[in-house]
Nanobody, 122 residues
Framework: QVQLVESGGGLVQAGGSLRLSCAVS????????IGWFRQAPGKEREFVCV????????YYSDSVKGRFTISRDNAKNTVYLQMNSLKPEDTAVYYCAATRNIGTRTSEYSYWGQGTQVTVSS
């Protein structure tokens, strides 16, 4: 089916930048879009952004709009999340996920990566 592997997480200071990668392996299941979600300790997993493989549709949550940029490299089957002007409240485990539906709900995504930790210090 589909495997997703996130990488690029780490520790940065407030105001810094980080670039996450999501490597997607596709066999017989073809996703329409790849989304990013994040989950902080004690909180529910929340939507961050999503991009279609065509690049024609992109959605950002209000909390990251203007600071984060999602992009994709179809030849490498990889989706990136460039995070700028990071804030301590951005601290969370970040997950990428694949969907055929496009949306902001976790239930709309069929496959998930293992997550990568992003920690922003003040």
């Amino acid at each position: 089916q589909v495997q997703l592997v996130e990488s690029g997480g780490g520790l940065v200071q407030a105001g810094g930048s980080l670039r996450l990668s999501c490597a997607v392996s596709r066999r017989t299941w073809s996703s329409v879009a790849i989304g990013w979600f994040r989950q902080a300790p004690g909180k529910e997993r929340e939507f961050v952004c999503v991009i279609t493989w065509s690049g024609g549709i992109i959605y950002y949550s209000d909390s990251v709009k203007g600071r984060f940029t999602i992009s994709r490299d179809n030849a490498k089957n990889t989706v990136y999340l460039q995070m700028n002007s990071l804030k301590p409240e951005d601290t969370a485990v970040y997950y990428c996920a694949a969907t055929r539906n496009i949306g902001t709900r976790t239930s709309e995504y069929s496959y998930w990566g293992q997550g990568t930790q992003v920690t922003v210090s003040s």
